[in-house]
C-alpha cells in the first residue's frame, strides 16, 4: 500500500500562477521528501523536510509539514512551462526496520506557456 | 561523474527468459536501491543494499534477485520474466547507509517489457 498519496492527481495552470500539491501519510515518519520527475527521466530530488521542522524554501519551492494531521504540501510559486512534471512525496517511515523511502503516486503538473 | 547509470534503456524480453538490469554508481554511496514504476501507482521498492554483500528485500521482491559484489554495482536479475514485470525499472543510491535523511540519486530508468 501507498504510504504518502499526493492530491490532486493532476493540475493544469497557466504560465505564472502557483501549484499547490499536497501529500498525506499514515504512518509516524522521520522526514519528507519531495521529487520530480520529467516524462522519461528519472526522479530528480527537490527538497527534504524532518519531522521536527514546519517549512522549507527553496528557491520558488515552499515546502510545509503538519506531523499532526500527517500531511505535507508542495508550493510552486510563479510557475513555468519547464515545471511541467510529475511530483512525489516520498516518506522516510521511523517505525519499521526497512531503510527505504515510500513514494507516493504522484501529481502530474502541466504548466500552459 | 556519471551519477547513476542505468542500462539497457529499453528491452523487450519473452516470457520465461532472465535477465539483469544492471546499475552503477560513481559516487561512493553505501545505499542503493531498486524500484520499479507502474502506471498510476508511483515506486514500488524491490530490493536494497546498505553496503557491498549486505541485501535486503522491499515491498514487492519476488521472481527479483540481487546482489552486492561491490559498492558501485547493484545488478537486479529477473529469474523467469513474467508480463506481470512490464514494467519501468529505476535504481537509485544514497551517501548514507541507512538510506534515511539523505536525498536520492536515480537512474534514467529501464523500460522493460514481457511479451
Known amino acids: 500500500s501507498q504510504q504518502g498519496e499526493e492530491d490532486p492527481q493532476a493540475l493544469s495552470i497557466q504560465e505564472g500562477e502557483n501549484a499547490t500539491m499536497n501529500c498525506s501519510y499514515k504512518?509516524?515518519?522521520?522526514?519528507l521528501q519531495w521529487y520530480r520527475q520529467n516524462s522519461g527521466r528519472g526522479l530528480v530530488h527537490l527538497i527534504l523536510?524532518?519531522?521536527?521542522?514546519r517549512e522549507k524554501h527553496s528557491g520558488r519551492l515552499r515546502v510545509t509539514l503538519d506531523t499532526s494531521k500527517k500531511s505535507s504540501s508542495l508550493l510552486i510559486t510563479a510557475s513555468r512551462a519547464a515545471d511541467t512534471a510529475s511530483y512525489f512525496c516520498?516518506?522516510?517511515?521511523?517505525?519499521?526496520?526497512?531503510?527505504?523511502?515510500?513514494f507516493g503516486s504522484g501529481t502530474r503538473l502541466q504548466v500552459q506557456p | 561523474n556519471a551519477g547513476v547509470t542505468q542500462t539497457p534503456k529499453f528491452q523487450v524480453l519473452k516470457t520465461g527468459q532472465s535477465m539483469t538490469l544492471q546499475c552503477a554508481q560513481d559516487?561512493?554511496?553505501?545505499?542503493m536501491s531498486w524500484y520499479r514504476q507502474d502506471p498510476g501507482m508511483g515506486l514500488r521498492l524491490i530490493h536494497y543494499?546498505?553496503?557491498?554483500?549486505?541485501?535486503d528485500q522491499g515491498e514487492v521482491p519476488n521472481g527479483y534477485n540481487v546482489s552486492r559484489s561491490t559498492t558501485e554495482d547493484f545488478p537486479l536479475r529477473l529469474l523467469s520474466a513474467a508480463p506481470s514485470q512490464t514494467s519501468v525499472y529505476f535504481c537509485?543510491?544514497?551517501?548514507?547507509?541507512?538510506?534515511?535523511?539523505?536525498?536520492?540519486?536515480f537512474g534514467d530508468g529501464t523500460r522493460l517489457s514481457i511479451l
Open positions: 537509485a543510491s544514497s551517501y548514507s547507509s541507512s538510506g534515511s535523511g539523505q536525498p536520492q540519486h
Open positions: 504512518t509516524s515518519i522521520n522526514n
Open positions: 523536510i524532518r519531522s521536527n521542522e
Open positions: 516520498a516518506t522516510d517511515l521511523s517505525d519499521t526496520g526497512r531503510r527505504a523511502l515510500t
Open positions: 559516487m561512493n554511496h553505501e545505499y
Open positions: 543494499s546498505v553496503g557491498a554483500g549486505i541485501t
